[in-house]
């Protein structure tokens, strides 16, 4: 199977045995709010809240209740072209309700800070990436024989020194299934011992 690859780089454990590291996009995975939990609220509508003629156009029409309108006010554009909206309103009641942030200040932050994070996959600052790990022969060539992936990790975790020990320890737990299957391979029927 072709994977188009997003990063590459040799790793070395702390043994002093070195891994050639890639990381692969990752198609499979779809926008961030259908893929988990813990998102807020986004609303497909056919229609641009974020247009004041629109919106008043629709509550000349529809008469929603005062609640509903303001929950119409507050939406933001996720995708120009998607006729997706992240509902301000509703994710507040997640984040009070659901995320455990009881201040109005700090539930507004996260829901600002959930936006920006799902707006940023749409508009592209981040994608999903897929890792794979396997151990460099005595040329420094991979032995892809012995290659493991792992994938739903958002691109940030490469770059971003802020997640470079989420990123060591997603590497370390691959290298550790890469030694566990050479030594299955090598040894069929030995018990599981630690990767030191």
């Known amino acids: ?3 188009d690859v997003y990063h590459t780089e040799t790793y070395t454990h702390k043994n002093g045995k070195t891994y050639h590291v890639c990381w ?5 995975m779809g926008a961030p709010q259908t893929e988990g939990d813990g998102y807020g609220v986004v609303e497909r509508l056919d229609w641009n809240p974020t247009n004041e003629e629109q919106l008043e156009q629709h509550i000349a029409d529809e008469e929603p209740e005062l609640e509903e309108e303001t ?10 072209s998607s006729g997706l909206y992240y ?4 994710s507040l009641h997640l984040a009070r309700t659901e995320w455990g942030f009881d ?7 996260m829901v600002d800070k959930d936006f920006e994070f799902l707006k940023g996959w749409y508009d592209n600052d981040w994608c999903w ?31 971003d020194d802020e997640y470079k020990c989420d990123r060591e320890s997603a590497i370390e737990d691959l290298i550790h299934s890469v030694e566990w299957t050479i030594k299955k391979r090598l040894h069929k029927g030995q018990m599981e011992l630690a990767f030191t």
Do not use: N, Q, W
């Open 1 to 3: 199977m072709s994977r």
């Open 24 to 28: 692969y996009y990752d198609y499979d």
């Open 71 to 80: 929950r119409l006010r507050l939406m933001r554009r996720l995708c120009r």
């Open 87 to 90: 509902d301000v309103l509703s």
């Open 103 to 109: 201040d109005p200040v700090k539930a507004m932050e």
């Open 129 to 159: 990436v897929t890792v794979s790990v396997a151990p460099l022969d005595e040329d420094g060539k991979p032995m892809d024989d012995y290659r493991e992936f792992c994938g739903g990790y958002e691109s940030t975790i490469v770059h």
